[in-house]
């Protein structure tokens, strides 16, 4: 009976642990990649702005090159913030995130953001998560 109730204690801690990395991970990857609600806010705001524009405007050369960059960055946003919620999966109870220098973060997710691909999403996930394990 005893060595029932310590696995169980022991599971316990560890469920505990593993939901303090993850906050952790999810607190920082926030604070690095900016909230959800702001930049969505932001982004619905500048999808009406440029609606207003095109309707309002014919669309000269400018405008197409500045819609095909917003478009461009929107895509690079949506991949960093999929890896960052895939590399979840893969954090260890002791997983210590906000050890995670700003310049690793920001040379990884440089690189992230052009990494369309789900199985090689998986894969840069999995470097994110281990990059939290081991800071």
């Known amino acids: 009976m005893n060595n029932f109730i310590d696995s169980f ?3 316990t801690e560890s469920t505990k642990n593993m939901s ?3 906050k952790n ?3 920082v990857m926030n604070s690095f990649l900016g909230t959800n609600l702001i930049r969505d806010t932001i982004n619905e705001s500048h999808k009406k702005i440029i609606e ?5 405007t014919p669309p000269s050369q400018e405008l197409i090159e500045f819609l095909s960059g917003y478009e461009k960055m929107i895509k690079h946003e949506k ?3 999929d890896i960052a919620q895939k590399a979840k999966d893969f954090l260890e109870h002791y997983a210590e995130p906000q050890k995670i220098t700003e310049d690793w973060l920001e040379f990884f ?3 992230a953001k052009l990494v369309s691909n789900q199985e090689m999403q998986l894969i840069w996930s999995k470097l994110l ?3 939290s394990n081991h800071p």
Not at 52 to 56: C, Q, S
């Open 52 to 56: 207003k524009i095109v309707e309002t």
């Open 9 to 11: 204690n022991s599971l």
């Open 129 to 131: 998560a281990e990059e």
């Open 20 to 22: 303090e990395a993850s």
């Open 25 to 27: 991970f999810t607190d």
């Open 109 to 111: 997710f440089e690189k």
């Open 79 to 81: 991949r960093k913030k």
